[in-house]
């Protein structure tokens, strides 16, 4: 079946985004750093409001008739170091029983589609670590490490 990425509209698609969001966000917790799902639950809620507060645009995967993953870009937000103007990608999620099927694939691909209809240079994310299917998944995709983000326990 083939995915179909569209730009999201209406309350359907921001509730899909919502649930899926949450449900997924543990897989950005590092195992040093553990943290109560509630809390990271509630930390993509705060992601979640940030980025609607912010020019962006919400993409959903559809597969099948069913919504299937989002990905959350903000087109105008520059780089912190350069100031460049960017695209970041504030988080994606596909569906568990949808995943290795290029739905996230699908996503990358619009959003740099996005990107560059907006005349944006570069198209900029965080991943954690240890999330390795997303990290194979960006580096397939062309994405290079610029920073890393260190961090102690004390
Ligand atoms: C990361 C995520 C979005 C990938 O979505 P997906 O639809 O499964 O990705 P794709 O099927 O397009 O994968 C494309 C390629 O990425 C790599 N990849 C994706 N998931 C992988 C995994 N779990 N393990 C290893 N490689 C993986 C593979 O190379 C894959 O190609 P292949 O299946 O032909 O080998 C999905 O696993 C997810 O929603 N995870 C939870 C939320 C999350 O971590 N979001 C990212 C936050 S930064």
Redesign the pocket.
């Known amino acids: 079946m083939t995915v179909a990425v569209r730009i999201a509209d209406g309350a359907g698609d921001a509730a899909f985004v919502k649930a899926l969001g949450r449900e997924?966000?543990m897989?950005?917790v590092a195992s040093f750093r553990p943290a109560t799902e509630s809390k990271v639950r509630t930390a993509f809620d705060r992601l979640y409001e940030i980025v609607h507060d912010q020019s962006h645009v919400t993409l959903i995967a559809d597969r099948g008739g069913e919504r299937v993953?989002f990905l959350l870009l903000l087109d105008g937000l520059a780089d912190e170091v350069t100031l460049e103007p960017q695209a970041f990608?504030a988080?994606?999620?596909?569906?568990?029983d949808?995943?290795?099927?290029?739905?996230?694939?699908?996503?990358?691909a619009a959003a740099e589609d996005e990107a560059r209809r907006r005349l944006l240079p570069y198209i900029a994310?965080?991943?954690?670590e240890e999330?390795?299917?997303?990290r194979?998944?960006?580096a397939?995709a062309g994405y290079r490490t610029e920073r890393r983000l260190l961090c102690k326990p004390l």
């Not at 988080?91 to 568990?96: E, I, L, N, T, W």
């Not at 949808?98 to 990358?108: C, K, M, N, P």
């Open positions: 997924c966000s897989s950005s993953g990608v988080y994606m999620a596909v569906k568990p949808s995943r290795r099927e290029g739905v996230g694939a699908a996503l990358l994310l965080m991943v954690t999330n390795q299917g997303a194979r998944l960006y397939r």
